[in-house]
């Protein structure tokens, strides 16, 4: 009858051909095995050896696979419970699971905040390799808004003059900083502008601005988009509003279309009755019905990568030779 031995080696060493040659070596020196046995062992190594490779690619994708349910399943926090191995997916020579795991409470559904540790396993024959990583939440703000700098806290950047008139940011805002004050123009047409080519499609928009002006009298200002197209140039209309000495939202909904090639969009502001200073803040200019929003997403953080220590080197394989568990 076989001896059976088996033993655990206490090491995360990588590689498992140096446990193996360790392991052959205390089994000639200590026990003073035949040379059959020896050679019979080494044979094993190296097909070992190999599934434990191939082992490590899968176990690397099984990660990969929970991943893509982070990625793709909104209800994933209650969908898996902390700690359970998803059902082994058989896959060519070998199969693979994985498992999140919130280190911090044990709950996934408690809180959106919270890290998990993704655990990915594989098996090919007797070779089991788990690798883990953790992946921490992230918040991502969406803003359907098509204008750059829309509060004028980035200076002036992304707005020029329209016609001769000069901007400069006031101290006087509806939110953040500042806001951008339109003066020194040469008449009630110029104003703030922003190019919205690349940016700007067809469809309903809706626009809205803080609007402030410098008139002793009410004011009618208008928001615009210049098109130039293969077809000709056309004016559209956004938004039309009565604004005085306070802060007031003008605002509206237009059908923005064209025809021909879009060669250039530019969205502007000008008056109606003179060329008095007007301050402007908070401009918006989205699609219809769109609003600002904010997802979470879960980024692995590469520098918790780890092997797992119940990664098994070999396990007996029933055949009755020798079992090596590194821990
Ligand atoms: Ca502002």
Sequence with gaps: MMRR????????????????????????????????????????TAVWSADGQRASAMAASAVEMAAYQLANRASWRTG?????????????????SFKLVDEVDG???????????VYGRAQVGSAVRVFSVVARPRAVTSDPNLLLNSGFE???????????????LDASKVAGASSLRAKSRESATTGPSQDVTASVSKGTMTTSVWCYSDRSSAETL???????????????TLATGTVNRSWRQVSGTASVTWSGRLNRAVLRMRTVSDKADFLIDEV?????????????????????????????????DGKGAIVVVPR
């Design 5 to 44: 031995m088996s033993w655990t080696v206490r090491s995360r060493r990588r590689g498992s051909a140096y446990l193996l040659v360790l392991a052959v070596t205390v089994l000639v020196t200590a026990t003073g095995i035949g040379t059959l046995l020896v050679q019979r062992i080494r044979t094993r």
């Design 80 to 96: 898996f419970t902390s700690g359970s191995w998803t059902t082994a997916v058989s896959i060519g020579e070998g199969s693979l």
């Design 107 to 117: 709950t996934l559904s408690d809180d959106s905040t919270e890290p998990v540790r």
């Design 154 to 168: 980035d200076k002036v950047n992304g707005w020029e003059a329209y016609g001769k008139a000069t901007l400069e």
């Design 222 to 236: 208008q928001v615009l988009l210049e098109l130039e197209t293969t077809g000709g140039t056309s004016t559209i």
């Design 284 to 316: 918006r200019f989205q699609p219809f019905g769109s609003s600002a929003s904010t997802t979470t997403v879960m980024t692995f953080d590469p520098s918790t990568w780890r092997r797992e220590a119940d990664s098994a080197e070999l396990i007996d």
